[in-house]
């Protein structure tokens, strides 16, 4: 089963509109990659920035908005691996509310890709995450 | 030409990579569309909301980040029409680092619906809007 | 013992000068504040303000942030109610960096007034959250 | 006279009770901040941060929140020194609806102190800022 954790919208998510600002949906996307480095490859991702000296910008995202989200919403969202290239990772998110679990919320993915976070050089992804995101897929196929 | 209006990198849009946090650029997205709305239809998006009842939720973007931006950079952003359907409008952005025109930075689009504001029914983009985003793209194709 | 919750600061919350953006401690507040309603009162934060009609717009703040945080540390958040007036009421929150219980990160305080979340008009504080909350001042001397 | 920008409250400024979420007004501080930097003293806040390798982490805070805001508000922010000690510097702000100016809607200040951006090490208030300052302070007594 993919990676899964729990994110409540928030006060301040909410816009003039009455729903979740849709580029929060990205940062709630950041969120849960932030707890899959946690929970699934046992380090914080400040570890990975700062003693791995690993940072992974974003060069293109997709992102589906299903169903509209309110405040109160708790949201159960899934990390999961879809492509380990060379240098780029493309990483897939899947939202569901939370008590309504037949539904998607939203749907996407985002490539990143491996640069040293001091300097910015692009480099392959280094030899400890591309093990752990395997055995990651190997367990969410 | 297309619409453009400027946006300034502020302190706070940096994450702890150093670079602008990349949900940021959606929100850049939506400042430009707020100033498209004022500048070029001649209607504030405070007004588009609650006077004439009309939202516009995201059900689709895509986005891709060419070159990072840091504090100090300001970004010329292009918003411009790319489809006009019976319920759904297409947004297009291209931005480009001021001082910098040769290249682009960020490139996305989103697909929004329009809705009633307080009861969130879809509806037919309203004439109004539709002879305002023509004639726009007529000036601009 | 006050009522506590624990916030991880998260990459987005970094500014440009790679500690924690000082607004984003009063957001730190605020979402306990939200836990503190949910956890000590029972009651959704979402439905105090759309079934009870309740909001709490902040007219006065002050705070000391004693020491800065990084990516990576983690606040517990004690929220307690310093005075309970008749339309008003201040909170008090205290952080401690998690692993660091000696020493207080930030300290501070706000006054919300009650109003109808749907006019806005001034009411006072409702007899249903005045004993939830005389209950929780007696249980946190 | 005191120095003054505009800022205009954006879409995703407004909470779920339809006002400007209370943070938000620190976050206008401090964008109209550094906009004092680039306009009063003429150096671009980035520069400071990174060529002068000065920070100004806050120390103590305070503000009252006089008016609500609502989406499609503008606000003139005024920016005033009101103390400039050795090592730090007391900001004043206030602001005004934009066609209102007869009522205050936010009034605050906050104390921060000099670092080196790089160690976070306390410095003396520079000379250059120093006369920058005095000589803005002596125009807007």
Known sequence: MA??????VCFSDIDNAGIVYYPRFL???????EEFFATELGIDFADVLHTKNL?????HLECDLVRKLRYGDRINMEVSVIHLGQTSITWGYKGY???DEGGIVVEGSNVTVCVKT?????????EWLRQGLKTQ????P
């Open 27 to 33: 940062h709630y996307f950041h969120l849960a990659l």
């Open 118 to 126: 001091d300097t910015f050089e692009k480099i392959d992804v280094p």
């Open 137 to 140: 897929m190997r367990a969410s």
């Open 3 to 8: 990676f899964r954790t729990q994110i409540k």
């Open 55 to 59: 940072a992974f910008p974003t060069v």
């Open 97 to 99: 509310r939370a008590g």
